[in-house]
């Protein structure tokens, strides 16, 4: 099969980071396997997947990602992709902007989107309904990250027979690493892998670190368009001596060893890739209760309720304050990771396509 991927750009963060570790199992299957941004903004991802050989596109090139608005939704790119949506058996197409401009391009290859959320802001604009199920119809497959996402989807346009559900994934052996003996330490790192986007409640976590003692540290990992905002209030709650910003790094895996616990506070997600591998790391996973998080990390890792920075105080301290404890969740947490191994997602979307194309002859 020949295949091409689409994206907004190669930021950090779930759909991007799923493009990067996936793109190239998919090519190592045999398919020839490429990639088109709307926006090329040079990237750690970008770098990465070019140096594993995956083609890229670009319909422009921005030059940071803080522009991301003004270079992605560029309406001429609905002209610009033409030359790019050709000589494909399937376009799969990832973010909202993405999904919509493909769909107006009146492409006849078979059409696959994966729909990354349980919630963004045009469900709560009436209007926009009607171009969301239009826009939706002229997918041949609309694959759903959790069942969280597609209940979500379905209640959202009603059911369809072009929804289906195939769970994200990571590459598990890459973040294996023994769960850690914290009962002779002083100093603990809690650690926040995401996008610095809306979706994400990186406020909560800060209020949650200031109500934590002195040997408590921070470090918020990532990029995107709220990092200003973010570093500002930072400040405000005078919070700079324990809070880093180390920007996006493409060595998470050691980023998760050298933390103590992980935490992933958000406004609504519909799986969180960073959550299940800081669980493969063997790092305690503490999460918002809200969307997909409920179901990745719930009985396994510790969950508190959504902007409750003084039950995620609590629960960060208790975990460090109880070796047993700690080491008790990081060992469920690391169990269930297992589940979410990103070669079963990859062979699951090779079958999915098999069927569409199946079909089409």
């Known amino acids: 099969m020949r295949i091409l991927h689409v994206i907004t750009m190669l930021d950090i963060g779930g ?21 088109l941004l709307f926006n090329g ?16 596109h670009e319909l422009s090139h921005g030059k940071d990602v803080k522009n991301y608005y003004k270079e992605v939704y560029d309406p001429f790119h609905i002209i610009r992709l033409r030359k790019y949506l050709h000589g494909y058996d399937i376009i799969h197409t990832h973010n909202f902007i993405c999904q919509l401009y493909v769909a107006l391009s009146n492409t006849s290859t078979p059409l696959v989107t994966t729909e990354h959320s349980t919630n963004n802001r045009r469900r709560s604009m009436k209007w926009f309904k009607k171009i969301d199920q239009w826009m939706y ?70 209020k949650a670190m200031k109500r934590l003692p002195e040997n408590y540290r921070l470090r918020i990992v990532g990029d995107g368009v709220k990092v200003n905002e973010l570093k500002a209030f930072t400040e405000q709650m005078s919070m700079n001596s324990r809070v880093i910003f180390t920007g996006p790094r493409l060595d998470i895996p050691d980023v998760w060893e050298q933390s103590d616990v992980a935490v992933l506070s958000s406004h609504w ?46 629960k960060i301290q208790w975990l460090c304050e109880h070796p047993d404890e700690y080491r008790e969740v990081a060992k469920r947490c690391q169990e269930r990771a297992q589940q979410y191994d990103i070669s079963i997602m990859a062979e699951n979307y090779l079958r999915l396509y098999d069927t569409i194309l199946s079909f089409k002859c």
Request: with cysteine; hydrophobic share 40%; charged share 30%.
């Open 41 to 56: 903004v040079d990237t750690p991802f970008k770098k990465e997947l070019e140096d594993k050989g995956i083609k890229i």
């Open 137 to 206: 119809s002229r997918y041949s497959a609309v694959i759903c990250i959790a069942d969280e996402t597609r209940t979500s989807l379905e209640t959202y346009i009603g059911k369809r027979d072009n929804i289906y559900t195939i769970n994200n994934g990571i590459n598990i052996k890459r973040f294996l690493r023994p769960v850690k003996d914290i009962s002779k330490q002083h100093v603990f790192d809690v650690t926040m892998v995401a996008a610095l986007r809306t979706e994400k409640d990186h406020e909560t976590l800060i």
């Open 269 to 314: 997600e519909s799986f969180g890739l960073a959550a299940v591998e800081a669980m493969a790391a063997g790092r305690p996973m503490i999460a918002s209760d809200v969307g997909g998080l409920h179901d990745v990390v719930g009985g396994a890792g510790l969950l508190f309720r959504h902007g409750d920075e003084k039950e995620l105080a609590t």
């Open 15 to 35: 759909a991007e980071h799923l493009l990067v570790d996936i793109l190239p199992l998919i090519r190592d299957a045999g398919h020839d396997v490429e990639l």
